[in-house]
């Protein structure tokens, strides 16, 4: 096959086979396209996508470093950057793949942030009294306790459809990333806020009622992400908690770490996050090994 004529076509010929094959999500094809054309500006003197070579490429990684960009963004970009080389060589644009023997920055993988299960509790003890009028205390109190029950994404949790939430359900059927399905159980007090919520919701929406479970007049229907955030960090003033160490995720954190404390199966856990590859899920032992690192350096007599 014929070379798109221009990079430009490359970028959007592979971000639409990622669409269409890998079923990516909208924020990663997203992603991948500021990448690829942060180096598509840099690679455009040497010849473009279709000219570069391993050195131009190695150069280009390197020149990122220069920039000070972070190790987890170089890699990121690389990431990017081998993912179109290896379409182009399978649809034989190019004859060769250069990005094969290039290697990126060690990631340094941080622990997450996470709560205590008493800031989890004053959390949820602030959302359930936080709002301007009921409906927005009942929808907080909703919202917090399905995220602490289930570690929702916040994506997933803002554009949950109410059908999901009909019939006071025992399991929520969750679509996550790439448009994949999972069960995630719910506990009797998420159930409980749930059946507020949509008694309240039911007796004062205006007809036709909202296909979402969180309604906005917003362009996309439903609560975003940005008043999320933002109502997190409100929650968290309200419970005396700094701001600056709590965000959706981080009580994403705190169910899988919380879980891994009483005893859950680390397989359990990566369904019940819905994560691909369970590397991902084992970063919560580390979040466990460093508690009990801690725990040992703060009380035990021989470490005074």
């Known amino acids: 096959m014929n070379a798109p004529a221009t990079d430009t076509d490359w970028i959007a010929l592979y971000l639409d086979a990622a669409a269409a094959e890998q079923g990516a999500a909208r924020n990663t094809l997203l992603a991948y396209g500021r990448d690829l054309r942060d180096a598509m500006a840099a690679l455009a003197k040497g010849g473009g996508f279709a000219g570069a070579d391993r050195a131009a490429l190695e150069g280009y990684i390197a020149s990122l470093e220069a920039e000070g960009l972070a190790p987890a963004t170089r890699a990121r970009r690389l990431s990017s950057l081998k993912q179109l080389f290896r379409f182009a060589h399978e649809e034989g644009w190019r004859a060769d793949n250069p990005t094969l023997q290039i290697t990126g920055p060690a990631r340094v993988r941080k622990l997450p942030a996470t709560l205590s299960v008493e800031e989890v509790d004053a959390l949820l003890a602030a959302a359930a009294t936080h709002g301007r009028n009921p409906t927005e205390r009942l929808r907080n109190h909703c919202l917090m306790q399905i995220l602490y029950a289930t570690g929702l994404r916040v994506t997933e949790l803002v554009s949950l459809p109410v059908s999901a939430l009909r019939g006071d359900p025992n399991m929520l059927l969750v679509l996550g990333k790439g448009g994949k399905e999972r069960m995630v159980p719910l506990s009797p007090p998420a159930r409980a806020a749930i059946i507020d919520w949509l008694a309240h919701l039911d007796k004062t929406q205006e007809e036709p009622q909202s296909p979402f479970a969180f309604p906005s007049r917003g362009k996309s229907g439903h609560l975003t992400r940005v008043r999320f955030f933002t109502l997190i960090k409100e929650l968290c003033v309200t419970a005396g908690i700094d701001p600056a160490r709590v965000t959706p995720h981080t009580l994403r954190h705190a169910f899988a770490t919380h879980l891994l404390q009483n005893g859950a199966d680390l397989r359990a856990i990566q369904t019940l996050l819905g994560h ?23 009380k035990h007599p021989l470490a005074r």
Request: charged share 30%; hydrophobic share 45%; no cysteine.
């Open 276 to 298: 691909a590859d369970i590397a991902t899920t084992e970063i919560y032992t580390h979040i466990l090994d460093e508690r009990l690192r801690q725990l040992v350096l703060d």
